[in-house]
């Protein structure tokens, strides 16, 4: 038997009753396999003859571990968005949106919402921490229904065909979401379930970063929709923010709910306005929803029996609320509302009216220019304090 050894070769007996010269090549081998490694580059031959069971099983395990590494970021990269925010890869990673005055687009922030308008840029900071060594960060922005978050988010077909289609905008021209910062790559497509494989937009951090007192970096991007809820079902939608390495591995995500409309300000306020009346859930009402039936029937009895008191309240309601003919022959109503929110639902209900009564006659200009200062006042009325 031949037993390597650093640029030599030497024979070994392979006599059964030399018991000792066995023993002592089974303690030889151990040491020169640690030699011949240390001497890799000088004698590869010498260095894979010494290599033993030990060695080899070492060496897979780490070549399993290391496939299993990038098997699992790329099962990350192609598996479905959660809608929940994380910073696994310990950069800090977190959104800013600072509302402008008298902008176009708006953020509740107990709601965690972005209201906007179609065509209408909004800004936003990404903030995150720099590790040692450096490597090149992207941030990957894509919609997603905060229902349904296996069906890929498209454009409508109107909006989609008044732009046309070059050979350099194919996928830009299918995804609703637009960056307006230089360099950023559209990826994905309309079949598209994965993260990496639906319509997105991947932006690198690279430039015009500047460094907080914080000590994180913080860099300003843009984005806007071309697209409203409206044309997708009016289903509720989520922007995705995640911060890639390179390689593609997620190492950050933030998510913020979306709403692309045409009156952001009024949108808002209903909505935070469902949220505080959900919160403010008065006790009397829990008490009349478990009252007694004889409770209740005793209640409608006692209202019937009322009823002509009632009406002449209203006689002195409407005497009150200046209710009065024009000589054109149509009628006039001045209402005092003791709230806001009360103002807006009688207005609501006017223009309901009028808008089924434009449908019905569509060629009677009257009706049209009433629907018009229905919306009008509606418009005045939000804007009260």
Partial sequence: MYISQPMSWHKESTDSEDD??????????PKTVEVSGSELTTEPMAFLQGLNSGNLMQFSQQSVLREMMLQD???QANTLPKLENHNIGGYCFSMVLDEPPKSLWMYSIPLNKLYIRMNKAFNVDVQFKSKMPIQP????V?????????APVVRCQNHLSVEPLTANNAKMRESL??????NSVYCGNAQGKGISERFSVVVPLNMSRSVTRSGLTRQTLAFKFVCQNSCIGRKETSLVFCLEKACGDIVGQHVIHVKICTCPKRDRIQDERQLNSKKRKSVPEAAEEDEPSKV?????????????????????SAAEWNVSRTPDGDYRLAITCPNKEWLLQSI????????????????????RRHANKLLSLKKRAYELP
């Avoid at 223009?351 to 009677?364: G, S």
């Fill in 73 to 75: 970021i790329q099962i």
């Fill in 142 to 150: 894509f919609l997603c229904f905060s229902n349904d978050v296996s």
């Fill in 137 to 140: 960060l992207n941030l990957r």
């Fill in 348 to 367: 609501e209900g006017m223009i309901k009216e009028a808008a089924a009564e434009v449908l019905r006659n569509p060629n009677q200009e009257n009706l």
């Fill in 177 to 182: 979401l637009r960056s307006e910062n230089p």
């Fill in 20 to 29: 000792s010269t066995e023993v002592d090549i089974k303690e030889d081998i």
């Fill in 296 to 316: 209740r029937r005793c209640i409608a009895i006692k209202t019937e029996d009322t009823e002509s008191n009632d009406s002449r309240d209203c006689d002195d």
